[in-house]
């Protein structure tokens, strides 16, 4: 059992860069990023678009590579992890959500969400990981019988489903309205307090920072500003 006290460090990069080259054209999407994810936390990433919030959140879950620092997920070393490795990191420890929501469209709600539960070491039951998000009612439906924000509360409770140490979301409210969009950062905030699942919602939308335990800004691909809230809102009383 974590102590709270003493939270568990989840994720740890040091001086971590990103370079592209396109062409004739050198871009730096990260240039030399200290950040850590801790045990049970909820952090909020900020920054205008290009600012390198997606590449950071794409090289803590495994999904791209850094090209220089370090990046740690617990004592495992990602920046030498074998491709095998990376694999079974992603497979195992790590839940996405993204802007738009994956779902397949021949197959129900639980049907998304049992695709993961099949090839998860301890899952949880989908018809639990739906009623976690509010959606025991919607089972056997398809996610053209489904909102947006339910198709996405369907994402989130197969990103979920595989009870994952860290959860990444990138701009998971994009795609929605004000109030659905809530209703998600509800799902997401109801996730991170019972289950104690560490956290983190890029977005470039500065009131849903007010919902985390710490607000991270990023700024042409580096840290610009680190807050902690003395305490969260609740995501019902955020308004944009």
């Known amino acids: 059992m974590t102590d709270p006290q003493n939270p568990e460090v989840i994720f740890k990069t040091t001086g971590l860069t990103k370079t592209y080259i396109m062409g004739e054209v050198t871009i730096h999407a990260l240039r030399g990023v200290d950040f850590e994810l801790k045990s049970g936390e909820m952090v909020v990433l ?22 220089g620092g370090e990046v740690f997920y617990r004592d495992l070393e990602l920046t030498r992890a074998s491709n095998r490795k990376l694999t079974e990191f992603r497979r195992h420890h790590v839940g996405f959500v993204f802007q738009f929501y994956n779902l397949i ?11 993961v539960t099949e090839i998860a070491r301890n899952p949880m039951p989908p018809e639990e ?9 919607r089972l056997d439906h398809f996610p053209s019988q489904l909102s947006g924000g339910e198709q996405q509360r369907v994402a989130i409770a197969r990103a ?11 701009e998971p409210t ?5 109030k659905t969009g809530i ?3 509800e799902a997401l905030d109801q996730v991170n307090r019972e289950l104690g699942t560490a956290t983190c ?13 710490r607000v991270v800004r990023l700024s042409d691909g580096k840290v610009s500003e680190t807050r902690t809230n003395p305490s969260r809102r609740a995501a019902a009383e955020l308004k944009w």
């Open 174 to 178: 994009g795609a929605l309205d004000s």
């Open 183 to 185: 209703r998600v950062l």
């Open 201 to 213: 919602i890029i977005t470039h939308n500065e009131i849903i920072g007010d919902m985390a335990d």
């Open 160 to 170: 979920i489903a595989k009870q994952p140490a860290v959860l990444l979301c990138d």
């Open 46 to 67: 900020l920054g205008a678009s290009g600012s390198g919030k997606s590449t950071l959140l794409n090289i803590l879950g495994g999904l791209d590579t850094a090209t």
């Open 129 to 137: 990981a739906l009623a976690r998000v509010g959606l025991e009612q």
């Open 105 to 115: 469209p021949s197959l129900t709600a639980r049907e998304n969400v049992a695709l």
